[in-house]
């Protein structure tokens, strides 16, 4: 048992939820799509452009989102609220394992955020998946060992107490905006830190093992997601692929590809997760097939010419930055 798979079986379900076309309709009413206004600095895309610059927005748009809400009955609000509701509540038991040790760290390494709602949500918020759907992958996530790393090193923080609402976000975007295959300036500390035995080296791994959790949740909570609008990830094949090269740095393995687009990948948008298999006919011993999560791309003109992807490459742990627990 994977995360990564308990995860899949999740989709799954939340594919065949009775309720999925009604919250499909609602959360494409929202453009909760980020396409043409650059990466999702929050992956929490049930509430989508409502976790942006709302004057940025406007700007760009001509209206923001949230002043597009004035305009939504009541019903349709409470499907939005209360499915963000149920997913962030989801999210809390995956971290359960920190209520004890680190409770001040559970808001910052949940992707989801309470958002003020003029509605009552109740009725709806179970209605993507039941306690017993997600029971499993709850589970497995406990397993997570970023969990008895952030765990064993919190008593390093106690010295030089951090704020974890600032500092989880903060250094996750430096992450974000280095793109794959940079490396922050305190991810080049921290490497350095480990190198010298520095005794600040525990701070950085409990701070990385919280961002590892939160990159983790993001991108299970990216796979309920998914499972609104397809039924399978879409996969790219040797076949489709023109050239890549790998990008090894910290905080994690990522990929450079270029390919010949297909169908469904001309909605390709930043944070969906596909799945890659660059090995060729007939070689044994490749990679096989890898879960990525789309950072940014460049869109294809047409079928006749290529789409460029960087991708960060994700364990069975969901995690994208597997070098900072190392």
């Not at 939005?80 to 040790?101: A, D, K, M, V």
């Not at 306690?131 to 969990?147: G, L, M, N, S």
């Not at 974000?176 to 600040?200: M, T, V, Y």
Request: proline share 6%; glycine share 6%.
């Amino acid at each position: 048992m994977t995360i990564r798979s308990e995860a899949e079986k999740l989709y799954k379900k939340v594919w065949d939820s009775p309720g999925r076309e009604r919250i499909k309709e609602v959360t494409t009413k929202l453009k909760s799509s980020a396409r043409g206004y650059g990466n999702k600095v929050y992956p929490a895309p049930m509430l989508g452009l409502l976790l942006y610059d709302q004057q940025k927005l406007k700007r760009l748009a001509g209206r923001s989102a949230v002043e597009e809400l004035s305009s939504w009955p009541d019903e349709d609000l409470a499907v939005l609220f209360g499915i963000h509701n149920q997913i962030r509540r989801f999210n809390e038991h995956c971290l359960s394992p920190l209520i004890e040790h680190l409770p001040q760290a559970i808001n910052s390494v949940n992707p989801y955020r309470e958002y003020p709602q003029t509605v009552t949500t109740n009725e709806v918020e179970e209605s993507l998946f039941t306690q017993k759907d997600a029971e499993e992958v709850i589970r497995a996530f406990h397993t997570h060992p970023a969990f008895a790393i952030s765990i064993s090193t919190m008593n390093s923080v106690k010295q030089q107490p951090l704020d974890y609402n600032q500092t989880i976000p903060q250094l996750n975007q430096e992450i974000i905006e280095a793109q794959p295959g940079g490396d922050p300036s305190w991810i080049l500390n921290f490497e350095e830190a480990k190198r010298s035995e520095h005794p600040n080296v525990d701070i950085f791994r409990h701070v990385g093992a919280l961002i590892c959790l939160h990159n983790s949740l993001a991108n299970l909570d990216q796979f309920v997601y998914h499972g609104l609008f397809q039924d399978e990830l879409i996969e790219i094949s040797r076949n489709h692929v023109i050239d890549y090269s790998w990008l090894p740095r910290s905080p994690g393995p990522s990929m450079w590809l270029m390919h010949i687009p297909y169908g469904k990948m001309f909605i390709f948008e930043v944070t969906d997760l596909v799945i890659v298999n660059i090995d060729k006919p007939g070689v044994n011993g490749g990679l096989g097939n890898i879960l990525c999560s789309i950072h940014n791309q460049t869109l294809p003109l047409s079928m006749m010419s290529p789409g460029i992807l960087k991708l960060r490459m994700i364990d069975d742990n969901l995690n994208a930055y597997r070098y900072l627990l190392h």
